[in-house]
């Protein structure tokens, strides 16, 4: 096989060579990212929740009167709906499962150099582990008079943590997490670990990065005008939807705030599966545009390389060259530029992936989906140049030779 022709003749066609090598690169790098999202997120689409989300009804509301003494507001919101027939228990709450905020890092000590871990905090009051449902691996749950309350960004940080199981594996391993420190800020005091409790579902945020279950229960309830509080309330089994209007009543009596959603977990969770599934048929539809772009792209280069070497394959062709010849020379041709192309993408790749792992903290990167598209890539182009290929090989010798 003719290697150094095919050399000479890439370094004599620079420019087209780099532009398929270029082409190769970026749909490697592209289709890896898209489909190692598209996979993690529809591999988490059963993924249990941990939660009796059927029978759990969220609440969210707003205070708008600064007049309104809030502290006084919430016990009396919590007093008036425990009250109503068919609610079981009712926790003020800040985020909520299935569509946790922004996530937080803790932190196993306070030096500047200490690994932050990524997690969810839920702002609860002793009721929260009950009304979730919660099971308790280890320890205790933490007791009313652990519950710190204030004015947002005013009360001081709970001195006890309850944390998920999942996030205890991630934090020590096999050991015990019972009784360890736990900062929930490098500027914070430090928080004693006294439970670990069944893993629940937290939100889109984290479920992308394959942290779906790593959480931190905080005792804590806090009140600021413009702002929540947001109520999670368990209820007896099918009764959430006739109980929608008894609480809204109970709420409405004090005035001066409004409730702008309520709903039980199971709409919640549905609507964050449905982004879910959103992102994950967009990105592969932008893999399959990416990979037929890509193919008729390469297919078009080759066939123009093909037009300008008209006379060259004529002159094989003449001096007793077979079509299988001419085949195998574009092929080898078309694969060398492919894998200098297919090294490019895996080298950006990582590199890109690198730079988002040092930027959220995790990269959501499959290694195997990236092996997986380098070969699927380079078994395109290999069917994208065959049909030009042998094309290339019908030419006539005679045809070709007498035009010269």
């Not at 004015?151 to 999942?166: C, K, L």
């Not at 229960?217 to 309330?233: C, D, E, F, G, Q």
């Not at 994950?280 to 390469?298: E, M, N």
Request: net charge positive; glycine share 8%; with cysteine.
């Amino acid at each position: 096989m003719e290697i150094r022709p095919i050399l000479l003749s890439m370094k004599h066609n620079k420019f087209l060579s780099m532009v398929i090598s270029l082409q190769v690169m970026l749909t490697v790098t592209v289709l890896t990212l898209a489909v190692s999202i598209t996979n993690q997120t529809l591999s988490q689409w059963n993924m249990p929740s941990g939660l009796d989300h059927d029978n759990i009804v969220s609440v969210r509301t707003q205070f708008f009167d600064p007049s309104v003494n809030l502290e006084q507001a919430i016990i009396n919101d919590v007093n008036r709906i425990k009250k109503i027939p068919g609610v079981l228990d009712v926790t003020p709450n800040k985020e909520i499962p299935f569509d946790a905020g922004r996530p937080s890092r803790v932190y196993l000590d306070s030096g500047e150099e200490a690994q932050g871990y990524n997690t969810n905090f839920f702002d609860m009051d002793e009721n929260g582990p009950a009304v979730l449902g919660l099971t308790l691996i280890a320890g205790r749950f933490y007791q009313a008079n652990e519950v710190v309350r204030g004015q947002d960004n005013e009360v001081n940080s709970p001195s006890v943590v309850m944390i998920s199981e999942d996030m205890a594996t991630e934090l020590f391993g096999e050991k015990s997490a019972l009784g360890k420190t736990l900062y929930l800020s490098k500027d914070n005091n430090p928080a004693q670990i006294i439970g670990v409790y069944s893993n629940f579902m937290n939100g889109e945020r984290l479920n992308g990065r394959g942290k779906s279950y790593h959480s931190v229960l905080r005792p804590t309830v806090t009140w600021a005008h413009n702002a929540n509080p947001n109520y999670l309330i368990s209820v007896e089994k099918g009764a959430g939807p006739r109980l929608f209007d008894p609480i809204q009543e109970a709420l409405y009596k004090i005035p001066g705030r409004y409730i702008y959603g309520i709903e039980r977990l199971k709409r919640t969770q549905k609507r964050m599966y449905d982004g879910r599934g959103s992102q994950g048929a967009i990105l592969l539809v932008v893999s399959v545009v990416l990979v037929l772009i890509a193919s008729f792209g390469i297919a078009g280069l080759v066939s123009f390389l093909i037009t300008q070497r008209r006379k060259q394959i004529g002159i094989r062709r003449a001096l007793g060259g077979t079509k299988w010849s001419v085949v195998r020379y574009f092929i080898v041709e078309n694969s060398i530029l492919t894998l200098i192309g297919l090294a490019g993408g895996f080298g950006l790749t990582m590199t890109f992936a690198y730079i988002m792992a040092q930027n959220i903290g995790d990269s959501f990167l499959q290694f195997d989906v990236l092996i997986g598209c380098l070969c699927f890539v380079w078994l395109i182009n290999i069917c994208a140049v065959w049909l030009p290929a042998r094309r290339a090989a019908q030419v006539s010798p005679a045809i070709v030779t007498r035009s010269s």
